[in-house]
């Protein structure tokens, strides 16, 4: 499975991005899709996961403002952040796995991880 993230970029706090996680390769009829991110000096962090029946968690820090969905004709997962803030400010990785998993928010759980993209939220 490759994934390609897409939609960082720079933008002012209080304003929204939409991220993008294209899917190629090998397809999973049970999975989880996740986003995850790292600031700088700062380890990896839990954002938020989709199951394949459409069931979303997400972290604390980002419930009411960032929303997950998926496309499954297109096989491409988004984030939609919105009210950003300084502290959102990381590279986003998108990451992938076969069957859904009761420790989906940490990083060591997913097979497939696609190349990051910057999010800069300027006050």
């Known amino acids: 499975v490759q994934l390609q993230a897409s939609g960082g970029g720079l933008v002012q706090a209080g304003g929204s991005l939409r991220l993008s996680c294209a899917a190629s390769?090998?397809?999973?009829?049970?999975?989880?899709w996740a986003w995850f991110r790292q600031a700088p000096g700062k380890e990896r962090e839990f954002v938020a996961a989709i199951r394949s029946n459409g069931a979303t968690r997400s972290a604390d820090s980002v419930k009411g403002r960032f929303t997950i969905s998926r496309d499954k004709s297109t096989n491409t997962m988004y984030l939609q952040m919105n009210n950003l803030k300084l502290e959102d400010t990381a590279v986003y990785y998108c990451?992938?796995?076969?069957?859904?998993?009761?420790?989906?928010?940490?990083?060591?759980?997913?097979?497939?991880w696609g190349q990051g993209t910057l999010v800069t939220v300027s006050s």
């Open positions: 990451a992938a796995r076969q069957f859904w998993s009761v420790a989906y928010s940490r990083s060591s759980e997913y097979h497939y």
């Open positions: 390769g090998r397809t999973f009829s049970d999975y989880a």
